[in-house]
């Protein structure tokens, strides 16, 4: 089931029957809790941020697992202009019953500006030995020896950028429908 939840309302997405669940949002401020409450789920979750301005977004998402054996995978990216700022907290959630569950969480975040901030803070609420769980965060400018890289192959700094640009949201936007 693929579900674009951006302009939804909704702060709790109960997942109550096995099966593959996709979760799309962009530019969504607020807590979302996604509670997986039975077996064989697998929840793929995923953010996109594009800031400009002085846009300033929040989000606070939580992955629980409150029985064994599902998954979840989040994954938010973030891109930030000018002077706007994303502030992201993450947890993982994994209740003392949930054995067998597996849970990622990734944020990445593109700083296209000196003056753009980004705080993000991932986190884990892990009770049982028999879980896998990972987190990480990386934000960083674009990489200058590609941009070279790219403009030695004749394209100018707009569309060097660009295409870096595009090859980092890339694995976000090919799961919009």
Same mark, same amino acid.
């Given at each position: 089931m693929y579900r674009d939840i951006?302009? #939804?309302?909704q702060e709790i997405y109960k997942i109550t029957e096995p099966g593959e669940y996709v979760f799309y949002f962009e530019n969504k401020s607020g807590n979302?809790?996604? #509670? *997986?409450?039975?077996? &064989?789920? #697998?929840l793929k979750i995923y953010g996109l941020y594009q800031c400009n301005n002085l846009d300033e977004l929040t989000l606070n998402i939580t992955q629980k697992h409150? *029985?064994? &054996? @599902?998954? @979840?995978?989040? !994954? %938010?990216?973030? %891109? =930030?202009? #000018?002077?706007s700022t994303f502030n992201f907290t993450g *947890?993982? &959630?994994?209740k003392r019953e949930a054995i067998n569950s597996i849970a990622h969480l990734t944020n990445s975040n =593109? !700083? =296209?500006?000196?003056?753009?901030?980004?705080?993000? &803070?991932?986190? !884990?609420?892990v009770i049982p030995g028999e879980v896998e769980c990972t987190h990480a965060a990386t934000t960083s400018p674009l990489n200058q020896k590609q941009l070279n890289y790219l403009q030695a192959k004749g394209l100018s700094e707009n569309n060097a950028k660009q295409l870096l640009i595009d090859g980092f949201i890339?694995?976000? !936007?090919?799961l919009k429908k």
């Amino acid at each position: 089931m693929y579900r674009d939840i951006t302009n #939804d309302n909704q702060e709790i997405y109960k997942i109550t029957e096995p099966g593959e669940y996709v979760f799309y949002f962009e530019n969504k401020s607020g807590n979302i809790i996604f #509670d *997986t409450t039975c077996e &064989n789920a #697998d929840l793929k979750i995923y953010g996109l941020y594009q800031c400009n301005n002085l846009d300033e977004l929040t989000l606070n998402i939580t992955q629980k697992h409150s *029985t064994p &054996n @599902s998954t @979840s995978n989040v !994954l %938010i990216k973030s %891109i =930030l202009r #000018d002077k706007s700022t994303f502030n992201f907290t993450g *947890t993982i &959630n994994i209740k003392r019953e949930a054995i067998n569950s597996i849970a990622h969480l990734t944020n990445s975040n =593109l !700083l =296209l500006s000196e003056s753009a901030h980004v705080i993000t &803070n991932p986190q !884990l609420e892990v009770i049982p030995g028999e879980v896998e769980c990972t987190h990480a965060a990386t934000t960083s400018p674009l990489n200058q020896k590609q941009l070279n890289y790219l403009q030695a192959k004749g394209l100018s700094e707009n569309n060097a950028k660009q295409l870096l640009i595009d090859g980092f949201i890339n694995e976000i !936007l090919k799961l919009k429908k």
